[in-house]
C-alpha cells in the first residue's frame, strides 16, 4: 500500500488504494493496528536496500536480479514500490529485479507498466 497511493502507475495506484480502504474498514471494525501489521519497530536498512537504491540511482550502474537476494522480507516490498517508479520513468534496468521479485505486487507493477505504456495518450 504504502508507496503505491502516490504511484504514476494508475493500476498500482488503484490497488493501494483498495488496501487502505479495506485497512480502514478492519481498524473501524476495531482491529487493532498492531493487529494487521501497522506497528513495528525501527528496522533501518540493510545494505541490500542501500545498493539497491544506490544502483537505480546511478544511471550507469549495472543492476543484476541478485540484488534482490540480500533483501528481507519486509524490504521486498518496499523494493517493489521503489522499483516500480523507476520503470515508470522509463528505467527497464529494473525489470529483470521486479522480475526477481516474483511477487503479486511486482507482477501488478509490471503488468501496469506494459498496459499504460502501450496505451495511446
Do not use: C
Amino acid at each position: 500500500m504504502g508507496l503505491g497511493v502516490t504511484s504514476p502507475l494508475s493500476a498500482v495506484r488503484h490497488q493501494a488504494v483498495a488496501e487502505l480502504r479495506e485497512v480502514i474498514a478492519r481498524l473501524n471494525a476495531g482491529e487493532t493496528p498492531e493487529a494487521l501489521g501497522l506497528v513495528v519497530g525501527d528496522r533501518g536498512t540493510s545494505e541490500a536496500v542501500d545498493a539497491l537504491i544506490d544502483g537505480v540511482n546511478d544511471p550507469k550502474a549495472p543492476l543484476d536480479a541478485a540484488m534482490i537476494e540480500g533483501l528481507a522480507p519486509y524490504e521486498r516490498r518496499y523494493a517493489v514500490e521503489f522499483l516500480s517508479r523507476a520503470l515508470a520513468r522509463g528505467d527497464e534496468r529494473v525489470t529483470p529485479l521486479l522480475e526477481a521479485l516474483d511477487s503479486p505486487w511486482a507482477k501488478l507493477v509490471l503488468e501496469a507498466a506494459r498496459t499504460e505504456r502501450s496505451s495511446p495518450t
